[in-house]
């Protein structure tokens, strides 16, 4: 098994647009995660705005986030029934501390502050993730299925489609799956494997090559600082580069299945004969990550430094659906069917405690904070909602 750093995969330069084959998802020939370097692509592609009108006039195509992996619905409703049912979400707040009532208040003025934004999506879309440009604060991005991409100028108030000429050069639809920026610099990457970069603050996006042999679909990146970042696949390959995406050197040794069915998946609950891929993956501002397997029957940590991934079992009966960290260190644990649990302490640890919330039925699959206040910040209607006040402040 090849060790961390020994093996180079050298990426399509006669043909980099070419790097990818129709419905191949790029698996990894060996269950070793090698390093890789390349060319980057040609010259930069620049953006161009493609603007599509609402669907459906006088309501808003709001698409709903399956709670399995792969499935994808579309509701349709009526404006005010999308502004209510955001309501009744974003009051799912959960106070962290405070017993005099002061946090209470501050969530109340929090959530009190959002609204719903009408996007100019297709039926089907599926939103995956959202960026601001740290120097523009009223810049940002917004992706996800289908190879959707949008631009918003004014804080989230309004969106604007966003094309990628090099994006769109072979036969494929890419599903976007994150966004980072650090600075002006920005990465984007998705499914099937492709990774593009930005030194404008978005205002071009050049693509990346990346090599066929990757083990698995890239499904967060990470920008760590001037030309750094961090990409993680759904085979659990870490890799990092210090260059501007030129050369990618990987963190752990092996994928996460060769670990579980070679040494340290005893004890741990679904772990054996392990061959799914991950679901979510979360890093902690200390470059720590939490993920959650796609059956959600247990979650796995790795910190920098480790040469695997480490397993954990699942403290509810109920599947995991997303875990993160916490403001203070800590984890969080959402599971399916809309339950919430918090970790006794800081760091890593199985140990969580239940904490009651009315979700009424509401599919938790996301949880963001605010200074102490825990707001429950994507649910089952995956919509977007902006807060003038305090959009930047997450």
Aim: aromatic letters at 8%; charged letters at 20%; a negative charge.
């Amino acid at each position: 098994m090849a060790a961390l750093g020994t093996q180079a995969l050298s990426l399509l330069s006669s043909h980099p647009q070419r790097s990818l084959t129709k419905g191949l998802s790029s698996p990894s020939s060996s269950c070793a995660i090698p390093s890789f370097s390349g060319l980057r692509g040609g010259s930069k592609a620049k953006t161009v705005n493609v603007h599509q009108p609402c669907s459906s006039k006088g309501c808003v195509v709001t698409p709903v986030a399956a709670l399995e992996e792969g499935d994808e619905e579309l509701a349709v409703v009526s404006r005010r029934g999308v502004l209510a049912a955001s309501t009744a979400a974003l009051s799912l707040g959960v106070l962290m501390g405070g017993s005099d009532g002061s946090d209470a208040a501050l969530a109340d003025e929090t959530i009190s502050s959002w609204e719903q934004v009408v996007l100019p999506v297709d039926p089907g879309v599926v939103l995956l993730d959202m960026a601001f440009v740290p120097d523009q604060p009223d810049r940002g991005f917004l992706l996800g299925t289908r190879q959707t991409l949008l631009e918003t100028k004014d804080a989230g108030r309004s969106w604007s489609p966003r094309s990628i000429p090099s994006a769109e050069d072979e036969d494929f639809n890419y599903r976007f799956n994150s966004i980072s920026f650090q600075g002006q610099e920005g990465w984007i990457i998705g499914k099937p494997a492709i990774l593009l970069h930005t030194s404008n603050g978005g205002e071009s996006w050049e693509r990346i090559p990346l090599s066929i042999r990757l083990p698995g679909n890239p499904i967060t990146i990470r920008g760590t600082g001037p030309d750094s970042a961090e990409m993680v696949t759904d085979e659990g390959a870490i890799y990092v580069t210090s260059n501007k995406g030129y050369n990618w050197k990987a963190a752990v040794e092996e994928t996460v299945s060769a670990t579980l069915n070679r040494t340290v998946s005893s004890g741990i609950s679904g772990a054996s004969y392990y061959t799914g891929t991950l679901n979510t993956v979360n890093r902690s501002p200390a470059g720590d990550y939490v993920a959650v397997v796609s059956r959600g029957n247990f979650f796995l940590t790795w910190e920098p430094g480790q040469p695997y991934w480490q397993p954990h079992n699942r403290t509810s009966a109920r599947r995991i659906q997303n875990m993160g960290w916490r403001a203070d260190g800590g984890l969080w644990l959402v599971v399916r069917g809309g339950g919430l649990y918090v970790s006794k302490g800081t760091g890593v640890t199985e140990d969580f405690e239940e904490q009651k919330i009315p979700s009424r039925g509401f599919g938790i699959l996301d949880v963001g904070y605010r200074s102490k206040v825990l707001i429950l910040q994507k649910l089952l209607l995956n919509s977007v909602c902006c807060c003038h006040n305090c959009i930047n402040d997450f």
